[in-house]
């Protein structure tokens, strides 16, 4: 069986050190809270507003650690509160994509790209990989069990050895799927 666990993604953004030091101040630091599953990934103390077109997200989680670009991912719920259109991609696949306002407690930054709704996907390990029969960037369905079980389809494979083997979806996903706090799914080909 090639089972997973499934972690729900909440609304958040990934930050460039330029970005950082505009909103925080030259020279901040993003102070980790908890780790998250992701080997070297963690949830950060610092938080942010977005802001869109249509309104405004309040307290928005910063992932550590920074990356080179500034990416904010949302739900297709939270894109519609701010007024914007993201695309669904990859992380890291931002270009062209939708644009928004990032506020913080010394400044703003107004990105002209980098708004996406993340595209389901399991982050796996190499072993992993070679156990469940998949290649990395393979499209596969996870399907889950229970009451409101569903099939999700267009599940990207990334396989890389940094990774723990997790698939992650948004809030609106799980909330359709009726997943709250740790789940399994198993990949199917």
């Known amino acids: 069986m090639s089972k997973v666990i499934i972690e729900t993604s909440a609304k958040h953004v990934h930050l460039s050190e330029k970005d950082l030091a505009v909103l ?3 020279g901040a630091k993003l102070t980790e809270k908890r780790p ?21 997200l309040k307290n928005v989680a910063i992932l550590g650690p920074t990356r080179p670009d500034t990416q904010v991912e949302v739900s297709f719920t939270d894109a519609r509160a701010l007024g914007v259109v993201p695309p669904v991609r990859e992380s890291g696949d931002v270009a ?7 506020v913080g407690p010394c400044g703003e930054v107004e990105i002209p790209y ?15 990989a070679e156990k469940f029969g998949v290649k990395d960037k393979e499209i596969v369905t996870v399907k889950t069990q229970g ?3 569903i099939s999700f389809d267009n599940t ?6 940094k990774f723990q ?6 809030y609106d996903e799980a909330n359709a799927a ?3 706090g740790e789940v399994e799914g198993e990949i199917i080909k």
């Open 165 to 170: 083997t997790r698939m992650h979806i948004d």
């Open 178 to 180: 009726g997943i709250s």
């Open 114 to 128: 980098g708004v996406i709704v993340a595209k389901r996907h399991v982050h796996i390990t190499p072993e992993d």
């Open 36 to 56: 998250l599953s992701q080997p070297g990934q963690y949830l950060c103390e610092e938080r942010v507003i977005l802001r869109g077109e249509k309104g405004e």
């Open 156 to 161: 990207v494979v990334r396989v890389s050895e």
């Open 96 to 102: 062209g994509s939708a644009k928004c306002t990032i």
């Open 147 to 149: 009451d409101r079980g």
């Open 24 to 26: 925080f101040g030259e």
